[in-house]
């Protein structure tokens, strides 16, 4: 068992859990942001998506004791009304099924968007690689992450 | 006693839904128990603060059923949309036969869901009449509240609450005409949406009691299997870790999710190797498709009429399909606290009574000392009819004495599934001089994939082995002579229902194989479907009605939508496949697929045409359908589950492949306007047809007829 500190959504937080405890475990177990869903635990369907600078990271695959010292953004803070271009895509387009995989895959187009304000097809399917919807909700994800880079693109100006 | 999986999901709808009802409010969605309500039945609680409270019966599962049956109710009731809250539905005497599947939730629903909503209705406008001393008849109601046209007076239900609770409950309520709905019809956004994008959604897996434990279940890898060894000193040397026999396997508890995985780990049980006899796929195959040159189970036997032409060539063929994983992405899960006289359980379960008396059963109590809450699901697909995770977690809250939430991790929910079961079709189609198509055989090889076997008079009851044969005997063709039967084979691996169960490795067979016979007589496929769609505009199949003018309608749409006589490049194919799904929801789809030289397809345009009866939400028919063709490109393109020794061997997407972004298709749904006065299913109907337009695309591609799922690309490599 360590004190490990780290930031989250802003706060700064000690955590006192063992060093190899995966930080979507932390999140959800100790933390109680359980927005963050378990899919996998070895990195091959996004659910645990989270954000580090802006950067979508699996929170799976990240050690209590590498998240020393870093800051990351969950779901819960994104937005707390739901007002990030990103989510508002995603209720415009009406993306949800079950809405289990929903916030990390929200999360994953917001690390994309960053990076490709104006992503191809390409790259699109790039970003979204090994991040699974069993509810076959792509094609309209697809139509939110367009939506959603267009808002963000006219904010910019 | 169950005796087929119809009468199970057909008794399984509403439960009589009695109109009287006092229901607990402490469910979920955070709905309160306010002073002053309304509460005419257990559907329907108007509040005293304006808002308006409605129960639903259904699991959500992403089939949206939280806004379609809110919708069917509010439309009814006059209900302000945006001042709606839920409550989802708990097994107790209100409800005793709560239970989501079979694509059932709006057509079971739909009646006793309006009569629910136009009760509170007529109550609320009686109770105005009466405070205005006016004709009722000049009354009427809308958006949540009442209107005296003539007076221009009018009242909000929360001020009627306490007037009309005072009123008898009409049994026999008007519904609207359908011309006068404002709400069923409209696309409307997903009522929880909210939740789902800010992460304040709740699953099972979400939820936390205090001192709640956490288990995680080593389980036998083949059946009857025993550990060899294992390293218990050093699973429990992990601070808090427990180990629990069960009826499962070894339960590790622990105080947290992950020292309780680790504990798992360290305990490294070995278990001993499996006898040579364990079962194996590939020769599960090769009896299925030795059992389906058998006789089998008449299911359909329509004789040639007087003077039909006989047939003088015959061509035959036998289709393979494999076993398949649900692979939702919330794996299985339940929490459970067992107390000294009642028990408390969570979850995401679409059999909510059945789950209810199993614990009560095996806990040896009474149904009405176990307590069902049930949460969000994420991902269903029918695995989650079965209940094997809510008695995991009530066996071992029981052994602990604490809460616990049972977890399996990804690799347990793709070994220990509930799998679809593989079967083996064996088709032929006589052909007479002209070349027409007189006579049709299908024989399927399966198992019984129903949760628990049934009444052994069952199996001598032809509609037992018609449901597992959707797709087999109700063909829709005009066909002089058909024969369909079936053939079951002993299945030692656990299976059951699969979105759209029975139907998807039969239509798959079915449509493929007309597609062969068109190509053998040189006929365009689509023209062929059409022509065999001439003739009586119904045809009666077992139980159900076949209505072929609706099904020829949805090809007519996307044949012309899909411009399927336009030309394709090389390596590139168009195909078509058809069906009515139980009878009640048509669909067509023209699929355009790529092929490239290592052999690797591309689905590259879906154009869909469904008519599904009455349409409640458009946009969660469309989104059914987008959802159905990706399940049915994974299962035709991707993964399927193989059993050595005994064993399933695929433990997570990495090796059981499922649609990612990058397998999308452009999708185009057209939904057909229908003559249907109410609304059918549409979780299940758009799975079974996507498999063969694929495989009949890929013919018209590369000239090669695909007859195993999934897909190799071995077997499309440009030579």
């Known amino acids: ?157 | 006693m169950i005796t087929s999986r119809r009468a199970f999901l057909k008794t399984a709808a509403l439960g009589g839904a009695s109109l009287v009802v006092a229901f607990d409010t402490r469910r979920l969605l955070g709905a309160g128990k306010e002073a002053g309500q309304f509460k005419p039945n257990g559907w329907v609680r108007v509040n005293a603060d304006g808002t308006v409270t409605l129960t639903i019966g259904k699991s959500e599962m992403g089939q949206g059923v939280r806004t379609s049956l809110a919708m069917i109710l509010a439309e009814e009731l006059e209900a302000d949309w945006s001042r709606i809250k839920l409550v989802q539905a708990s097994p107790g005497p209100e409800f005793k036969r709560l239970g989501t599947g079979g694509s059932f939730s709006l057509a079971g629903s739909w009646k006793t869901l309006r009569q629910a909503g136009a009760a509170a209705r007529e109550m609320l406008i009686t109770a105005a009449a009466a405070r205005w001393k006016v004709d009722r008849a000049a009354c009427s109601a809308a958006n949540g509240e009442v209107v005296h046209t003539a007076s221009k007076r009018s009242l909000k239900y929360a001020a009627l609450v306490a007037d009309a609770a005072k009123l008898p409950v009409p049994a026999d309520p008007p519904l609207k005409k359908a011309s006068d709905f404002r709400l069923i019809g409209k696309p409307t956004k997903r009522i929880d949406g909210r939740d789902i994008v800010t992460g304040a959604a709740r699953y099972g897996i979400d939820i936390k009691l205090p001192k709640m434990l956490y288990a995680s279940i080593e389980r036998p890898p083949w059946r009857g299997a025993k550990p060899k060894r294992s390293q218990d000193a050093k699973a429990l040397a992990i601070r808090g870790v427990q180990l629990v026999p069960c009826a499962g396997g070894i339960a590790v508890v622990g105080e947290t999710t992950w020292a309780t995985l680790k504990g798992r780990a360290a305990l490294a049980v070995e278990w001993e190797d499996p006898p040579k006899d364990a079962f194996d796929s590939e020769a599960h195959f090769m009896r299925l498709d030795e059992a389906s040159q058998q006789k089998g189970f008449s299911t359909r036997k329509d004789d040639a009429p007087a003077g039909s032409h006989a047939a003088v060539r015959t061509i035959y063929a036998s289709y393979f399909y494999p076993f398949y994983a649900h692979a939702p992405v919330e794996t299985m899960n339940c929490v459970a606290d067992v107390r000294e006289d009642h028990c408390i359980i969570w979850a995401p379960t679409q059999a909510p009574n059945s789950l209810q008396d199993e614990v009560a059963k095996f806990l040896g109590t009474t149904p009405e000392k176990v307590e069902v809450n049930v949460t969000l699901i994420g991902g269903g697909f029918g695995r989650r009819l079965a209940v094997d995770y809510a008695l995991e977690a009530a066996e071992i809250s029981r052994a602990v004495k604490a809460p616990v939430q049972v977890l399996w991790t990804r690799t347990d929910d793709m070994r220990q599934g509930h799998f679809q079961a593989a079967s083996v079709h064996r088709l032929s189609a006589g052909l007479d001089s002209a070349d027409a198509l007189v006579a049709w055989r299908h024989t399927k090889a399966g198992s019984l994939h129903n949760l628990e076997l049934p009444d052994p008079t069952a199996l001598r009851d032809a509609a037992f082995f018609q449901d597992l044969s959707w797709g087999v005997y109700d063909v829709p063709y005009v066909i002089p002579s058909i024969e369909t039967a079936y053939v079951t084979v002993d299945l030692p691996v656990r299976h059951g229902p699969w979105r759209a169960v029975f139907a998807p490795s039969s239509v798959f067979a079915r449509e493929a194989f007309i597609d062969e016979v068109a190509h053998v007589r040189g006929s365009d496929p689509f023209a062929f479907r059409l022509e065999l769609l001439k003739g009586p505009d119904t045809v009666k199949a077992g139980s159900l009605t076949i209505d072929r003018r609706r099904l020829r309608r949805v090809l007519e749409v996307v044949r012309e939508k899909s411009d399927w006589s336009a030309a394709v490049a090389v390596r590139h194919g168009r195909g078509v496949a058809c069906n009515v799904y139980d009878g009640a929801t048509h669909i067509a789809y023209v699929v355009d697929v790529a092929v490239d030289d290592a052999g690797k397809v591309r689905v590259e345009r879906v154009v869909a045409a469904v008519d599904c009866g009455l349409v409640v939400n458009p946009t969660g028919v469309e989104q059914q359908i987008e959802g159905g063709i990706m399940w049915g490109i994974s299962s035709a393109l991707m993964g399927e589950i193989t059993f050595r020794g005994g064993a399933a061997q695929q433990a997570s997407y990495a090796d059981y492949g499922v649609a990612q972004m990058r397998d999308t298709p452009a999708i185009e749904v057209h939904i057909v306007p229908s003559e249907a006065a109410q609304p059918f299913g549409m979780g299940e109907p758009p799975v079974p047809p996507i498999a063969p337009a694929i495989v009949n695309a890929i013919f018209a591609a590369t000239g090669k007829r695909i007859r195993r799922l999934p897909i190799r690309p071995e077997d499309l490599k440009a030579v």
């Open chain 1, 1 to 157: 068992m360590s004190e490990i500190r780290l930031t989250i959504n802003g706060a700064k937080r000690t955590v006192s859990v063992d060093d190899d405890t995966p930080l979507v475990w932390v999140l959800r177990d100790t933390l109680a942001l359980t927005g963050t869903k378990f899919g996998c635990g070895m990195g091959v369907c996004g659910s645990c998506t989270i954000l580090e600078n802006g950067q979508a990271v699996r929170s799976c695959q990240i050690p209590a004791s590498e998240a020393k010292g870093r800051n990351f953004v969950t779901i819960e803070a994104l937005s707390r009304d739901a007002s990030h271009p990103c989510q508002r895509a995603w209720l415009e387009e009406d993306v949800a099924q079950c809405g289990f995989c929903q916030p990390g895959m929200i999360l994953t187009a917001c690390g994309l968007l960053r990076d490709h304000p104006d992503p191809t097809d390409e790259e699109i399917d790039a970003a979204l690689s090994d991040s699974i919807c069993r509810c076959g909700t792509y094609p309209r994800m697809r139509k939110a992450i367009r939506r959603a880079a267009a808002t963000l693109r006219t904010q910019k100006k």
